[in-house]
């Protein structure tokens, strides 16, 4: 005969075979996804290639600069090699492992026929040089299949923008005659902040420094200078330079006549005028007195951030604003001329599977470690709030359009 014990005993054991049937596989599921974020494909460091391996890590956490990269490497030298190095450092991987940055920065020579010195370099300077390069490759070859598709008779879209070019404007009123000057727009690619040479600031503060209306005395304004001219000529000719439009070139002997004296005070205002879809700043730290130094101050940046266009002067005639995320940072220790640089990068979203339990989902948000801090071949998971502690040492930012 069975006993009570027995019954519950063997109870028990069916009830655990059917938990671990219906739960186990989700689980190990979701922990091989898991895993798959704990390592990410670092960078050998030979001789002071820190200044590379944090802009290539920082650039392969932008998956819209990837995506253009996928659509658009082919013909072109350098984007060919960026996408090649970056598709390796996006590699799913399980366990540490490293590549040499070499093959990729050996295209960057030889597209400008010169060698990278195995000295300091500024991470900056790179970067900007990297991203100009693509830049000019993709308007060469969209200038080649228009002037293909203009042969043939054919009209297709020869239109391609790369994500991380924007347009500032600058608009110039006078004060005193109230003349606008027409609307100035200048590309850019990373957009330089000045960092103050105070204690702390935010990264709004720096961005107002250089987006905003300023006040500046003792301005050459042609407008004035054309009516001081008129007003100390005598008739017709008065009436004719009252006619001429201060704000087009005017001819060579009426501009040499122009007092030098006559000077003003005007508002120039800086807007954005387009908006990239990768915006990338640079927080300047450099301080040039009897030598160069390095600004520490603490700048604090959000995790996500909401750019605007100047309305009255703006570009584009239907995106006003966009919302930005941060996905990769890259921080410099030390001196103006020697130091370290590292970089934080964000995770892949973890696509973890629906019939995950839904403890282990939150588990997995509690660690919260979405991000991973990369110093060359060496990393480690960390998290956001380790990410936006870096405010003394934060050197270049990536934002990424949500």
Same mark, same amino acid.
């Given at each position: 005969?069975?006993?009570?014990?027995?019954?519950?005993?063997?109870?028990?054991?069916?009830?655990?075979?059917?938990?671990?049937?219906?739960?186990?596989?989700?689980?190990?599921?979701?922990?091989?996804?898991?895993?798959?974020?704990?390592?990410?494909v670092?960078?050998?460091?030979?001789?002071?290639d820190?200044?590379?391996?944090?802009? =290539?890590?920082?650039?392969?956490?932008?998956?819209?600069?990837?995506?253009?990269?996928?659509?658009?490497?082919?013909?072109?030298?350098?984007?060919?090699?960026?996408k090649?190095?970056l598709?390796?450092?996006n590699?799913?991987?399980?366990?540490?492992?490293?590549?040499?940055?070499?093959?990729?920065?050996?295209?960057?020579?030889?597209?400008?026929?010169? *060698?990278?010195?195995?000295?300091?370099?500024? %991470?900056?300077?790179?970067?900007?040089?990297?991203?100009?390069?693509?830049?000019?490759?993709?308007?060469?070859?969209v200038?080649? *299949?228009?002037?293909?598709?203009?042969?043939d008779?054919?009209?297709?879209?020869?239109?391609?923008?790369?994500?991380?070019?924007?347009?500032?404007?600058?608009?110039?009123?006078?004060?005193?005659?109230? %003349?606008?000057?027409?609307?100035?727009?200048?590309?850019? +690619?990373?957009?330089?902040?000045?960092?103050?040479?105070?204690?702390?600031?935010?990264?709004?503060?720096?961005?107002?420094?250089? /987006?905003?209306?300023?006040?500046?005395?003792?301005?050459?304004?042609?407008? $004035?200078?054309?009516?001081?001219?008129a007003?100390?000529? @005598?008739?017709?000719?008065?009436?004719? /330079?009252?006619?001429?439009?201060?704000?087009?070139?005017?001819?060579?002997?009426?501009?040499a006549?122009?007092?030098?004296?006559?000077t003003?005070?005007?508002?120039?205002?800086?807007?954005?005028?387009?908006?990239?879809?990768?915006?990338? /700043?640079? =927080?300047?730290?450099?301080?040039?007195?009897?030598?160069?130094?390095?600004?520490? $101050?603490?700048v604090?940046?959000?995790?996500?951030?909401t750019?605007?266009?100047? =309305?009255?002067?703006a570009?584009? @005639?239907? +995106?006003?604003?966009?919302?930005?995320?941060?996905?990769?940072?890259?921080?410099?220790?030390?001196?103006?001329?020697?130091?370290?640089?590292?970089?934080?990068?964000?995770?892949?979203? =973890?696509?973890?599977?629906e019939?995950?339990?839904?403890?282990?989902?939150?588990?997995?948000?509690?660690?919260?470690?979405?991000?991973?801090?990369?110093?060359?071949?060496?990393?480690?998971? $960390?998290?956001?709030?380790?990410?936006?502690?870096?405010?003394?040492?934060?050197?270049? /930012?990536?934002?990424?359009r949500?």
């Amino acid at each position: 005969m069975i006993s009570d014990h027995t019954h519950l005993t063997v109870l028990a054991l069916v009830v655990a075979s059917v938990v671990l049937y219906v739960f186990v596989p989700s689980l190990s599921s979701y922990n091989l996804a898991e895993s798959e974020t704990r390592h990410t494909v670092g960078l050998y460091n030979r001789a002071n290639d820190c200044f590379a391996n944090s802009v =290539l890590q920082a650039l392969s956490a932008s998956k819209r600069l990837n995506t253009f990269l996928n659509r658009h490497y082919e013909g072109r030298n350098l984007t060919s090699a960026l996408k090649t190095i970056l598709d390796e450092l996006n590699r799913t991987i399980t366990e540490s492992r490293s590549i040499s940055p070499w093959p990729f920065l050996h295209v960057l020579e030889k597209v400008y026929n010169s *060698r990278i010195t195995r000295s300091q370099h500024d %991470a900056h300077e790179l970067l900007h040089l990297i991203l100009e390069t693509v830049d000019a490759e993709n308007t060469e070859s969209v200038a080649a *299949r228009s002037k293909l598709s203009s042969k043939d008779k054919e009209e297709p879209d020869t239109t391609v923008d790369v994500p991380f070019k924007g347009k500032t404007i600058d608009k110039i009123m006078c004060e005193r005659c109230r %003349a606008v000057l027409p609307a100035r727009s200048t590309d850019f +690619i990373v957009l330089t902040l000045p960092v103050p040479q105070t204690s702390s600031t935010d990264l709004q503060s720096c961005l107002s420094s250089v /987006l905003g209306t300023e006040r500046i005395s003792d301005y050459g304004c042609q407008s $004035c200078r054309l009516r001081a001219l008129a007003s100390r000529t @005598t008739e017709p000719e008065k009436s004719k /330079l009252l006619e001429l439009d201060p704000t087009d070139e005017l001819p060579f002997d009426i501009e040499a006549r122009l007092p030098k004296s006559v000077t003003s005070t005007i508002f120039r205002s800086t807007g954005l005028a387009v908006l990239p879809d990768v915006l990338i /700043l640079h =927080l300047s730290r450099s301080i040039y007195n009897a030598g160069a130094t390095r600004n520490s $101050c603490r700048v604090s940046y959000p995790e996500q951030l909401t750019l605007y266009t100047a =309305l009255s002067v703006a570009l584009e @005639t239907d +995106i006003r604003s966009k919302d930005y995320k941060l996905v990769a940072l890259v921080r410099h220790k030390g001196t103006h001329s020697a130091g370290h640089y590292e970089c934080f990068k964000r995770k892949p979203a =973890l696509n973890a599977p629906e019939s995950t339990l839904e403890n282990v989902q939150k588990s997995h948000k509690s660690q919260a470690k979405d991000w991973w801090q990369i110093s060359d071949s060496k990393t480690w998971e $960390c998290t956001t709030s380790e990410v936006l502690r870096q405010s003394r040492y934060a050197y270049l /930012l990536v934002y990424e359009r949500i």
